[in-house]
């Protein structure tokens, strides 16, 4: 019981953290979908912070979930029983409704006509980025100017040799020009250079040598991110000697981070969150390199990283 109220207390603090470092829009309305179902996409990923994790806000792969997936778990599609409009899911994934961007959009409607192609083609190349809405009561969320209604939010990219990682945000009209994050991190020998999708996320990740890895998310193969090591499954059993060894490259071959970031990673960039890996050793990337300060063997607080986000870590008292 003790465990599962300091889950909770650690999720809210994080989500406490979400909305003191960038808005996010009021909740969308619910909507009226194709076989009938009044469906919320944002309470839907608010909700299950699994599926904000693996879809982001993308209602249309958060629908296909709750058809798929959900509906039979019993998990509560929406907060309110009424519903607005009639909703396509298009083959991207994105929600429209033809008949309301018509009636929008007269202008549209002028120029190209009614049919639901061709307002659907209008809206891909053109009035996504004018910030037109794709249907009634939609939300246009974002942290801070991240786009959050794309199914990946953010493109990661880490530069091997500088000991650097860099994520970019997606823009209004989905493109990743916006530098938001930079990391200091220890890549390796093995690690691999080239462009990979993401895969599963692990909370804690076993190593050979018996110790552990938080927050570890796999890039490719046997490539994760993850926190630095650990000597068991506990967040105070911190291998301080590694942490002190971040910024150079010394791992087998993951990306190690602290693990405040390796958790930022974790909890904000769903699975399939591309992943590029280069090499440019005079120039870590737009944010700079971060510097982390050592740990000292004397300090009482050596078991802990000191950007955990637990809540009993010493660093935050």
Known sequence: MKKGWMRLLVLLILTAGIFLTGKISAKAAPLAMPDGTVFDPVYYAETYPDLKTAFGYNGGLLWKHYVTFGRNEGRICTASPSAVGSILVMSDGTLFDPTFYAQSNPDVVAALGDSAPSLWNHYVKFGRGEGRLAYPGEVK??????????????????????????????????????????????????????????????????????QYGQYAKRIVNRIWFHSVMYNGTNEGSLDWGAYNRLGTICSHGCIRLQAGDANWIYTNCPVGTVVEIYDDPTNPGPLGRPEVGKISASDPRRGWDPTDPNPLNPWLQ
């Open 141 to 210: 969320l974002s942290v801070g100017n991240v786009n959050l209604n794309v199914p990946y939010p953010y493109y990661i990219k880490i530069n091997r040799a500088a000991c650097t990682v860099t994520v970019y945000g997606a823009d209004e009209n989905g493109n990743y020009t916006i530098p938001c994050k930079a990391f200091i991190c220890s890549p390796g020998r093995d690690t691999p250079l080239g462009v990979f999708k993401s895969a599963q996320n692990a909370r804690w990740l076993a190593f050979d040598a018996g």
